[in-house]
């Protein structure tokens, strides 16, 4: 069964507005999340890498200051899109990797994705 | 960013048929991991590999990770209609879980 869960799976939101993604662990500790960007018929972008307890790290050109990204225990980080405009507009990917006994060779599992609309 | 060289782009076959699909990369990755995505959802992982010339089989897909460990391929036997959808190849190095892409393989199965 799905291992990540990400909430909302749509949203619609108006130009101006703020946005929060949130993207949890169900039954592993993460001390590490990634966000993902991706356009229709195009891959995955890495946005960011969150890592429990510190800052994020952003890949080169992600705004941090219009993507925050919290995490702030293990199992649950968050994405704020802020003044979103419809450029934002796109699917917005979680992934989690697992620690400790029994998730120290875990490879990545993904969320189900937020369809961002803004109008 | 850096994405890793994913063939073929698309792929139209009959059900029944197999398919293949592989990745290449010019630098090495330690862990390679094959995604299934379908429309308007995440990845789901198919198939992990973490040693140079490991084969691991997954019901009807099989998957190989390069002994030179810059590629990786996929097969899928006996193709069904439910096999559709964009498959991406993965790998990343160190012990950060820091994911490269594959760019995606579009797979239409015509019954």
């Known amino acids: 069964g799905a291992v990540v869960s990400q909430h909302p799976s749509r949203v619609i939101c108006k130009s101006g507005t703020s946005v929060k993604i949130e993207c949890r662990s169900l039954d592993f500790q993460a001390t590490t999340m990634f966000w993902y960007r991706q356009f229709p018929k195009q891959s995955l972008m890495l946005m960011a890498t969150?890592?429990?307890?510190?800052?994020?790290?952003?890949e080169q050109g992600v705004e941090k200051d219009k993507f925050l990204i919290n995490h702030a225990s293990l199992t649950l980080s968050t994405l704020t899109v802020t003044s979103a405009h419809p450029e934002d507009s796109s699917f917005y990917i979680c992934s989690a990797s697992g620690q400790g006994r029994g998730y120290e060779n875990s490879p990545l599992h993904f969320g189900n994705g937020t369809r961002l609309t803004v109008t | 960013g850096q994405q890793l060289n994913q063939s073929p782009q698309s792929m139209f076959i009959q059900e029944g048929e197999d398919v293949s699909m592989n990745c290449t990369s010019s630098?090495?990755?330690?862990?390679w991991l094959w995604y299934k995505q379908d429309p308007g959802e995440g990845p789901v992982l198919l198939i992990a590999l973490y040693k140079a010339g490991e084969l691991t089989s997954n019901g009807r897909l099989t998957a190989q990770f390069g002994i030179t460990r810059k590629d990786s391929f996929l097969n899928i036997s006996a193709s069904i209609p439910s096999d559709v959808g964009i498959y991406f190849c993965?790998?990343?190095?160190?012990?950060?879980?820091?994911?490269?892409f594959g760019k995606g393989t579009l797979l239409t199965v015509n019954p």
């Open positions: 969150s890592n429990e307890g510190s800052k994020a790290t952003y």
């Open positions: 630098s090495i990755f330690n862990t």
């Open positions: 993965a790998g990343y190095r160190g012990s950060n879980y820091k994911l490269t």
